[in-house]
């Protein structure tokens, strides 16, 4: 989304900035902590995973990333929906799927100024339009301290005042194959895209060389990944979680982001060990949970992180060449370093609780990182990953 608000100044300064006045509603924890709110999306009820997101702009493209299914998303930033939604229409760029992939928002504070250009409705609108709950006016950031101290928790939202409402219970959707229900169900083959509208230096690597095919394995796939590779003249062939992957001609395989456990995920992984075990394979890449599902296609190990990494700040180190990149993150599981065969490095760590962010072979074509390189949204530190791996393609 565009971050200039032309022409917009005089109707966001008149409007003023409040919270929803709707029906009450209380967020409860399985612990049994209870947030009181209003809600201000689908008057509705809802259960899930609730889990926390650090980034203070990306709305939009954090409620369509398919690696949310399952999960009630809560924003620390104190204020929310300040630039509305743009149009919402199927395939549009701007957004990262053709559905809201929560199961509900959590946020502080509502801003019903919807002054950007593109907008065409507010995020409560679009909340209500798409049936999904929303809850305002809830200390998100003491609710962050809870899922911090204690970890990631189910939770549901239920309507009315604060008080009891039967048992707890709220089945894990993390034992569910969320792939399954996310992911697409044919094939589908995408030419190659218009170049990526950046500046000069953030462009170079990005020259058109042939038009190498690669083969993307749809676990959830954000649209910004398959756009990246169009960007670089790629013919991008998206293909379901568990297609046969020896039956595609292709110059190269990248396994997608995507929600849930990867444990679930052992088709994929199946799929995946056999491409990596031919004769002569071609370069295979994985971001977020596709890093994951290439560890436990190599032999290795995933276990799940406390409350998660989910926001656009999150600091890594490149071990080869030393480099610190800032990246935008949104994973719940991470790779046990110590379990990975040999021939298989840590290539990125997080500087912030050292976790593996990065996997790389010494000597085939294999390598994924944790992290979002396409940056939706932002930052694009780590937008160099695509030109690394189609560096691994190389030229006719």
């Known amino acids: 989304m565009r971050d200039d608000w032309a022409g917009a100044e005089p109707q966001a ?6 919270e929803s006045h709707g029906v009450p509603a209380v967020l409860e924890l399985e612990d049994g902590t209870l947030f009181q709110g209003v809600s201000f999306g689908a008057p509705a009820e809802t259960d899930g995973e609730v889990v926390f997101n650090t980034g203070m702009v990306g709305y939009v493209e954090s409620l369509t990333d398919p690696s949310y299914r399952g999960q009630i998303l809560a924003l620390t930033f104190p204020l929310i929906g300040n630039y509305g939604v743009p149009a919402w229409r199927a395939g549009s760029e701007r957004f990262e799927s053709d559905a809201i992939q929560v199961r509900g928002l959590i946020v502080s504070g ?3 100024a919807t002054g950007h250009w593109e907008a065409s409705l507010g995020l409560g609108a679009w ?3 798409q049936r999904i709950v929303g809850l305002s006016g809830v200390d998100t950031r ?3 301290r809870v899922l911090r101290s204690r970890g990631t928790m189910l939770g549901r939202v239920h309507l009315g005042e604060r008080g009891a409402r039967g048992p707890f219970a709220v089945a894990d959707p993390n034992a569910r ?3 399954a229900e996310v992911g697409r169900r044919g094939v589908e083959t995408l030419g190659p895209g218009p170049p990526p509208a950046r500046s000069a230096q953030q462009s170079r690597g990005t020259a058109r060389r042939r038009e190498p095919h690669v083969a993307v394995v749809d676990c959830g796939c954000k649209r910004s990944i398959v756009r990246e590779l169009r960007a670089r003249g ?6 379901p ?4 992957l020896g039956s595609i001609d292709c110059d190269g395989i990248l396994v997608s982001n995507g929600p849930g456990d990867p444990a679930v995920c052992s088709e994929t992984a199946g799929q995946l060990a056999r491409a990596m075990a031919r004769p002569r394979p071609v370069p295979i890449a994985g971001i977020c949970l596709g890093s994951q599902i290439m560890a436990l296609a190599a032999g290795g190990r995933t276990y799940k992180l406390p409350y998660g990494h989910r926001g656009q700040n999150q600091p890594v180190r490149d071990l080869i060449t030393g480099r610190c990149l800032i990246t935008s993150q949104n994973h719940g599981y991470a790779i046990e370093a110590g379990s990975l065969p040999p021939g298989w490095n840590v290539w990125h760590t997080n500087l912030n609780d050292g976790t593996v962010e990065g996997i790389r072979h010494d000597a085939l074509p294999f390598l994924a990182v944790q992290f979002h390189p396409e940056g939706s949204p932002g930052p694009l530190d780590s937008a160099g990953f695509f030109d690394t791996f189609l560096g691994l393609l190389g030229d006719e």
Request: glycine content about 0%; some cysteine.
């Open 241 to 244: 979680h568990d297609h046969d």
């Open 142 to 144: 003491a609710l962050t």
């Open 177 to 179: 194959n969320l792939v």
């Open 234 to 239: 790629c013919r991008v062939s998206l293909v």
């Open 110 to 112: 509502v801003c019903e």
């Open 127 to 129: 909340l209500r339009q």
């Open 13 to 18: 300064s008149r409007a003023a900035v409040r």
